[in-house]
Nanobody, 124 residues
């Protein structure tokens, strides 16, 4: 059973930084496709960044140059380093896993397992 858990959210001022972590305490996910999504009140969940098992990455244009997704297979953790945060980045951030694919996805319905989410609030 895949059990994804996010951590690292919080309150930060604009232009600050946060690093989100995503891990599975039960199974190694070095071969999984992993993604980060976010959802603001009243909006649909949207793609942020994704990483393949071979560590190829992609991200949405809104975060390019500011956010970086990476993975540490020894620690069984995927990270989302968020720099130069803006108030519009405020959202609940979710980690997603697809254990059946080694390449990344951009759509929510392509992931099978989701974490509970972690709140990121950026004040102006």
């Amino acid at each position: 059973q895949v059990h994804v858990v996010e951590s690292g959210g919080g309150l930060v001022q604009a232009w600050g930084s946060l690093r989100l972590s995503c891990t599975d305490s039960g199974r190694p996910f070095s071969m999984y496709a992993m993604g980060w999504f976010r959802q603001s009140p009243g909006k649909e969940r949207e793609f942020v960044a994704a990483i393949a098992s071979i560590s190829a990455t992609t991200s949405t244009d809104a975060v390019k140059g500011r956010f970086t997704i990476s993975r540490d297979n020894v620690k069984n953790t995927v990270y989302l380093q968020m720099n130069s945060l803006k108030p519009e980045d405020t959202a609940v951030y979710y980690c997603a896993a697809d254990p059946y694919s080694d390449y990344y996805h951009l759509q929510t319905n392509e992931y099978d397992y989701w974490g509970q989410g972690t709140q990121v609030t950026v004040s102006s």
